[in-house]
């Protein structure tokens, strides 16, 4: 069996970050070192303030003070750290296509088309090469092709080791994960990846398949979670006509064991970076061998995830007398959830960009996103210029300070510190009528009507 005592990751984001450093911290004998292009983000992880790091996890600061500099490095010099590997993971981004054919629904695997040309041409020795970002089903077998024909006539293993930590709680999920999943054909690869995780996930849950199951098995599982996510989205509108709860609702059906608990938080819709790009990426795969049936049905989970979205904008709007024109809405939350500043795919951006065009004025808070990235993503989507944006998007660091003088306040993400917030003080503060528009049903329904606000949540 081939003991690996260096690892090399490519790509040093939301997943390649925490998961080597978790993978780092558990195999001390193990040289581990993170590559990235972007110099900006490598300074950052090796800041000697913890504060800084690029990706905000809790309990990330712990492994890293841990691991960084005895067996842990960040670094931008790709081709030494894949020229001393003998395993290197690829965790670089695999976005939803903006170009030519597949736009709008397939992974663009340019990034992971240049990771691979690079190992086949630095590669002097056998590398076990393994997929960590979600890929389309067989990318493994594009990889290797690259890798063969462009290689210098050395060996290359490829595994699938698809990521299953939600952000927010990463590092819990990589300590104590349900299952480590790893696809492969050869079987002392296939060990040699296994023996790292055994260090600290028992064995039975360290799951073997081939290839194609483990890539496939990624993108389904995704597509279940956001599946229940929109399941329980479609009957929160149908409790709001009905006189129904949603959470009401989903306690009735989660106590039946078959159904479960989890995942059933009605919510503005979900945003994250994985759950509408790979179940954009099923129905392209579906839809290429012609399963018509099967891409509608779960293309149908993206559409009713844009009709929350959407329903919540209109909601204010209609509530607030059908025109939120030069109004001042209080953001609460930018994040696509509680506890990560990360913002991709976030409901609030497309819910801020509805009311921006009814010319709303917006004031966001966000305990963890910066002003920048809040400009990046309404920059981005292209709407409207960035000095309208600029003028029409003011954002804050101080909760009070975006509450105060506001005709309403909308609750985009469920941060803990939304609750303990002193309502009546910012009753006072806000204009009459005082709307709260809660996307997430955090907020205490009796006590924010007994404090006067004109309150509503989602499905109920
Ligand atoms: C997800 C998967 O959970 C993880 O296994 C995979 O590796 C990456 O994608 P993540 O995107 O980090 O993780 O977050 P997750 O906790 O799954 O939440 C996704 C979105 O669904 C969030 O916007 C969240 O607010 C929303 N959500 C989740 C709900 O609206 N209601 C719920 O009950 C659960
Ligand atoms: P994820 O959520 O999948 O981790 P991120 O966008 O957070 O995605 O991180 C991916 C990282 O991969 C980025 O920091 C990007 O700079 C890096 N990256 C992309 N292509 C390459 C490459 N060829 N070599 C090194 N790093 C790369």
């Keep these: 069996m081939k003991t690996i005592k260096k690892i090399t990751c490519i790509g040093a984001g939301y997943v390649g970050g925490p998961t080597m450093s978790v993978i780092a911290q558990k195999n001390p004998d193990v040289q581990v070192t993170v590559v990235d292009l972007n110099q900006a983000r490598i300074d950052a992880w090796n800041d000697s303030d913890l504060n800084n790091l690029p990706v905000y996890e809790p309990g990330l600061d712990a492994v890293i003070a841990e691991a960084r500099g005895r067996n842990l490095f960040f670094s931008t010099d790709v081709e030494r750290a894949i020229d001393e590997a003998d395993m290197i993971f690829i965790s670089v981004n695999t976005p939803t296509k903006t170009y030519g ?5 397939a992974a663009d695997l340019k990034f992971i088309e240049l990771c691979a040309r690079q190992i086949a041409a630095v590669a002097k020795d056998d590398k076990i090469v393994v997929e ?18 462009t290689g210098n006539g050395v060996n290359f293993h490829i595994l699938s080791n698809p990521e299953f930590l939600a952000e927010g709680t ?10 480590v999943l790893i696809g492969g054909e050869d079987e002392t690869a296939i060990e040699a990846l296994v023996n790292i995780y055994a260090a600290w ?5 360290i799951l073997t398949t081939n290839l194609w199951s483990s890539e496939l098995s990624k993108l389904v599982a995704n597509a279940f979670l956001a599946q229940r996510v929109s399941s329980i989205n479609a009957i929160s509108e149908l409790c709001e006509m009905t006189g129904a709860n949603v959470d009401e609702v989903a306690r009735a ?9 989890k995942f059933l938080k009605a919510s503005v819709g979900f945003g994250g970076s994985c759950f509408q790009k790979d179940i954009l990426n099923l129905v392209y795969i579906a839809r290429s061998y012609n399963l018509t049936a099967v891409a509608d049905y779960w293309e149908q989970v993206i559409i009713l995830n844009d009709h929350q979205k959407t329903r919540f904008a209109e909601k204010i709007i209609q509530t607030m007398y059908n025109t ?14 509680k506890d990560t ?5 976030s409901a609030a951006i497309y819910v801020a960009d509805h009311l921006l065009d009814e010319e709303a004025n917006i004031v966001v808070y966000d305990p963890k996103v910066s002003a920048e990235q809040i400009y990046k993503d309404l920059d981005y989507l292209g709407t409207r210029t960035p000095e309208e944006n600029r003028r029409l998007v003011k954002v804050v660091d101080n909760p009070y300070g975006a509450l105060d003088g506001a005709h309403a306040a909308a609750v985009l993400t469920e941060w803990d510190e939304f609750k303990t917030y002193d309502w009546a003080k910012i009753k006072k503060g806000m204009k009459k009528p005082s709307f709260v528009f809660d996307g997430r049903k955090l907020l205490d329904r009796k006590e924010l009507n007994r404090l006067g606000f004109a309150y509503y949540a989602i499905g109920e």
């Design 324 to 337: 939120v024109n030069g109004k001042h809405i209080a953001f609460l939350g930018w994040a696509f959830k």
């Design 253 to 261: 059906i989660g106590q039946d064991s078959r159904i479960g608990p």
């Design 132 to 149: 960590k970002s979600t890929l389309p089903v067989r990318t493994a077998e594009a990889l290797k092709s690259i890798l063969d024909n």
């Design 201 to 205: 996930v028992p064995r039975e849950r």
């Design 170 to 179: 990463a590092v819990t999920d990589l300590h104590n994960p349900d299952r």
């Design 341 to 345: 500043n990360d913002t991709r795919e």
């Design 101 to 105: 054919k597949g736009k709008g629904q």
